[in-house]
């Protein structure tokens, strides 16, 4: 029997800010892979090690191994693809995900194939059509190679390069529910229960944010906002619940830019008992949506509020202003909904007066949660176009390190004295208690 693998090459680093969710981008390609009849397993890496992953990818035996990458994910990316050539030599080798979507051309040679995009229906397409083909890799010419969208070869003497897709509402509405079956729930919802005392895990409802923030790279959505059904949210809210989970992390781009649609969801949430938190925005929301968003469980909302200097929000592009930010913290704080608050200092361009405005204006809201990033130029975003390729040598792959990844004017031994003090003076705030 035919076999696609979909790994997911995440081993946890038990970094204190580790967030552990299942790959919601597996999940779903499995769904529509299943669909078609496609014999599919998930290899969510999470909890395993690599060798592991070789043992049980062997003994399962692919046609097809398709690995999603982004950017903290690329040494592990590559490893694993170097690990399939060796113990499956058969094996057709597929890469998805935001940083083959941006540099499709780095995969080459590594991989066979890349799927830029929203892969839900080409790459299962693909899948079926290469296993009822004979799965051979030596024949994927013959494949229709020029009718699945985002398809990247430049390998086997071909050269694909389809346009990507963006799938409407309508056609998402016929959409399979996210397949979790092959995640380790028990392991995830112990983690959550350890960290925050819920079981949480991600669930994604709008694709897409129509703002053009100069550090954001929106490889897959782009900007053309689409909202997924209601009655098939609940319905996948419902299996979630089946699994044991009693809370949502809504990881949409920015889930409050719609307020009917927020408030549809709100209503439909409220009965279930279920708690959940979300990314929002400075702008664009009112205090009868936030009275909604906590009487139907909201427990707390991340806020992108970047900077306290005006300029450097500017400078970011962010489309919002810090009395904006100011107001939306206060709004949610007000109706008992928690604030964690997203920072971004030492913009290129940024003095550093600028920063101190930023450490200043993060004392000085009601916030329960701070935390200070310095750029990271993710590919795919403006940032990066400007500032191109990062220094030599530096490892710019990591998650939420204080380090300049590109020639900067402010000091970095400054910096992180300055972000230590911020987030001692924060600490010191919120226990007061304790300082006798
Ligand atoms: C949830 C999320 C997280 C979660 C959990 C990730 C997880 N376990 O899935 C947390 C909070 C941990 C996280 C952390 C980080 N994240 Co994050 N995250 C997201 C977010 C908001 C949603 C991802 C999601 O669930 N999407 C829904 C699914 C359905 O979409 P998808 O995974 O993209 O899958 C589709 C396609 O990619 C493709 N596909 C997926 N897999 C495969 C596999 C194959 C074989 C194929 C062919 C296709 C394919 O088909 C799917 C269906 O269309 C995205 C932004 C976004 N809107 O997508 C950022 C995003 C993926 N994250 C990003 C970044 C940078 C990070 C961090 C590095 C941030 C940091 N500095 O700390 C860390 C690193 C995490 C790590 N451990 O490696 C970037 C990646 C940029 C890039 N160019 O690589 C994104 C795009 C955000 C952004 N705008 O910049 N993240």
């Known amino acids: 029997m035919s076999r696609v693998a979909l790994v997911f090459p995440y081993f946890r680093t038990r970094a204190a800010t580790e967030l552990l969710f299942p790959p919601l981008g597996a999940a779903t390609l499995a769904a529509q892979l299943r669909g078609l009849g496609v014999h599919t397993r998930v290899f969510d890496c999470t909890f395993g090690t690599f060798e592991q992953l070789r043992t049980d990818l062997t003994t399962y035996h692919p046609d097809i191994v398709?690995?999603?990458?982004?950017?903290?994910l690329t040494a592990n990316t590559l490893r694993v693809a170097q690990m399939v050539r060796t113990s499956l030599p058969q094996a057709l080798l597929v890469a998805g995900g935001p940083l083959p979507t941006v540099f499709p051309g780095r995969y080459t040679g590594h991989f066979d194939a890349v799927f830029r995009g929203e892969a839900d229906v080409s790459f299962p397409s693909f899948c079926r059509d290469y296993v009822a083909g004979g799965a051979s890799p030596t024949r994927i010419g013959d494949l229709p190679l020029n009718s699945y969208g985002g398809l990247f070869i430049a390998d086997h003497g071909l050269h694909v390069?389809?346009?990507t897709v963006h799938h409407g509402e309508r056609e998402l509405a016929t959409f399979p529910l996210p397949d979790r079956s092959d995640f380790d729930h028990a392991a995830y919802q112990k983690e959550w229960l350890r960290k925050s005392g819920s079981k949480t895990t991600s669930i994604i409802l709008t694709l897409g944010c129509p703002y053009g923030c100069d550090f954001c790279s929106k490889p897959i959505f782009g900007n053309a906002v689409r909202r997924r059904d209601l009655d098939a949210v609940f319905e996948e809210i419902a299996q979630i619940r089946g699994l044991g989970y009693d809370s949502l992390w809504i990881a949409?781009?920015?889930?409050?830019l719609d307020e009917p649609y927020?408030?549809?969801f709100c209503r439909g949430i409220a009965a279930l008992g279920m708690g959940w938190s979300c990314l929002s925005r400075a702008n664009g929301i009112t205090p009868a949506t936030v009275r909604l968003m906590k009487e139907s469980g909201c427990r707390r909302v991340h806020l992108g509020l970047e900077s306290g200097s005006q300029a450097t929000l500017g400078l970011m592009n962010k489309q919002a202003t810090v009395e904006q930010g100011a107001r939306a913290?206060?709004?949610y704080?007000?109706?008992?909904i928690e604030v964690a608050a997203f920072f971004i200092v030492g913009y290129p361009g940024e003095t550093s007066a600028a920063i101190e405005e930023t450490f200043t204006l993060a004392l000085s809201l009601p916030?329960?949660?701070?935390?200070?990033?310095?750029?990271?130029p993710l590919p795919g975003s403006k940032l990066f176009e400007r500032l191109g390729a990062p220094d030599e040598g530096k490892d710019w792959t990591r998650e939420n390190e204080v380090t300049f990844v590109f020639p900067s004017d402010i000091d970095e031994s400054w910096l992180r004295r300055r972000i230590d003090e911020t987030m001692a003076a924060f600490a010191a705030r919120r226990r007061p208690a304790a300082r006798g």
Do not use: H
């Not at 398709?66 to 903290?72: D, E």
């Not at 949409?252 to 409050?256: E, K, L, S, Y």
């Not at 916030?367 to 990271?376: K, T, Y």
């Open 262 to 264: 927020l408030a549809e």
């Open 66 to 72: 398709g690995v999603y990458s982004m950017v903290s």
């Open 367 to 376: 916030l329960d949660e701070i935390s200070f990033n310095v750029p990271m």
């Open 329 to 331: 913290a206060e709004l």
């Open 252 to 256: 949409d781009d920015t889930f409050t």
């Open 333 to 336: 704080r007000k109706a008992g």
């Open 161 to 163: 390069d389809n346009a």
